[in-house]
């Protein structure tokens, strides 16, 4: 069993567990400069930002995972590469949507 698990670590087509996480940080960043360039308190921001892209990405990741429960690891892997990329669509839209309404 762990051989099992360490060869889906290494499976360059799925995405790390960590992923949302990475997600909150750039969502962070995002937030941060944004509210950095319109002269908002950057650290609420930033703290907003990052649970926005967190709660987001382990909404989707786990919904992902829960869709494909009865299939193969490629199916879990390409669903998990589905939700990353939808999350990173939402928070880059929340994140050009207010944006454009601060300045």
Request: hydrophobic share 55%.
């Amino acid at each position: 069993m762990l051989a099992k698990s360490a060869m889906y670590m290494n499976d360059p087509l799925t995405p790390h567990p960590l992923w949302p996480f990475i997600l909150a940080l750039a969502a962070a960043v995002g937030f941060g400069l944004l509210a950095f360039r319109s002269r908002r308190n950057w650290v609420a921001w930033s703290l907003g930002g990052a649970a926005f892209g967190l709660v987001t990405a382990t909404f989707a990741s786990g919904l992902a995972n829960a869709a494909a429960v009865p299939y193969t690891q490629a199916v879990r892997t390409s669903h998990q590469l589905i939700a990353a990329a939808v999350t990173i669509v939402i928070v880059g839209v929340t994140v050009l949507i207010l944006s454009r309404d601060s300045t």
